[in-house]
């Protein structure tokens, strides 16, 4: 399973470039909670199309709210919506789809998120955590990185026809077991020994 630790970091011009340091966890502490909106514009999905290999991002937009933690952290719940090209599992065929996503995130010191993961094995419903690298919140790494992580990985043209030999063992597209390749019987060479052929 993909998590975040998995994706490669890229540069924070993917998004706007603000949003980099658009929020510190000591300014969520003295403030309280902040929510900010995120919309990519074009030149942003197409890095983001680029840098996760899909045949486009049509239009990205991101809600996310931000709240300060013990720990020290920060706790965020953020909602992505977007429109997605990519390529048909079966046929290559370009297959759009809307991405409709909730999650959640804390964000720890890395010290604090060790302790955490291993409590996460008995809990398998707590927030998924990340380091907390300083005192900012690097808000545009995290909103692509929810995309990702939210993309279909078996996109599929509903007109796509699977190919037969693919669903059956032997290749016969009724699934017959006499359409199975034969294999060579181990004990076919004795039986011929002891019959003198």
């Known amino acids: 399973m993909t998590d975040r630790q998995d994706i490669n970091p890229q540069p924070t011009d993917r998004l706007s470039k603000p949003l980099a340091d658009a929020v510190s966890r000591t300014d969520l502490a003295e403030n309280g909670p902040r929510t900010v909106h995120v919309t990519a514009d074009t030149d942003q999905c197409k890095a983001l199309a680029d840098r996760f290999e899909l045949s486009a991002v049509d239009a990205m937009t991101a809600q996310v709210t931000l709240t300060a933690i013990d720990g020290p952290g920060v706790r965020i719940e953020g909602h992505i919506d977007a429109t997605v090209v ?107 020994l002891k019959d003198g052929s």
């Open 86 to 192: 990519q390529s048909c599992v079966v046929s290559h065929r370009p297959v759009t789809e809307r991405v409709a996503d909730d999650f959640t995130l804390q964000l720890l010191p890395a010290a604090r998120v060790e302790e955490v993961e291993e409590e996460m094995v008995m809990d398998p419903d707590a927030d998924e955590v990340d380091v907390l690298d300083g005192d900012r919140v690097d808000l545009a790494e995290i909103v692509a990185q929810s995309l990702a992580l939210a993309l279909n990985p078996y996109p599929r043209d509903p007109a796509a026809e699977i190919p037969a030999t693919a669903t059956t063992l032997g290749g016969d597209p009724d699934g017959d077991a006499e359409g199975e390749t034969k294999r060579p019987n181990p004990f076919a060479v004795l039986k011929k």
